[in-house]
């Protein structure tokens, strides 16, 4: 039997607002939707797009198939834009920065060879990817940690 995808999605929503101890009108307000929206996906009556769905996923820290099980991820169409992140200019040369110099170390150390076979560009090309990611959600939970009201 397929599931409903409202209903799942919403089921998923519910368990992570319990998991992070959050109200639908925080979630509102943190993906800047109005809380009758929460609502209506909360109760079945509507499906959230896929960019609401992202930016739920982003809020709880998670992959949006945590949230949409039906989302499917394909590597060509890898998402690079984090504006719901709200890293500043500044942030993200930082975590440019940061990121060349953790794959120049890598590369010179011949840390990227499997068996002793160098990786093929594809393949560095996803760690490269994965450790964007890794960056950027440490950078933000660190944005929320140490200055919880600022960046609310």
Do not use: W
Request: charged residues 30%; proline residues 3%; aromatic residues 6%.
């Amino acid at each position: 039997m397929i599931e409903d995808p409202k209903v799942v999605i919403a089921e998923n929503i519910k368990k992570y607002l319990e998991q992070h101890n959050m109200t639908q009108k925080t979630l509102a307000e943190k993906i800047n939707i109005k809380p009758s929206t929460v609502s209506d996906y909360l109760n079945y009556r509507s499906k959230p797009s896929h960019g609401i769905i992202q930016k739920i996923a982003d809020v709880f820290g998670v992959h949006k198939s945590d949230i949409d099980t039906t989302y499917k991820d394909d590597t060509q169409g890898i998402n690079t834009s984090y504006s719901s992140f709200g890293l500043t200019s500044k942030e993200e040369r930082d975590i440019a920065a940061d990121l060349e110099r953790m794959i120049g170390e890598l590369e010179t150390n011949e840390a990227l060879a499997f068996h002793g076979e160098p990786m093929d560009d594809e393949t560095k090309e996803l760690m490269k990817i994965s450790l964007e990611n890794s960056l950027r959600i440490a950078k933000q939970m660190a944005k929320q940690k140490f200055n919880p009201n600022k960046n609310k």
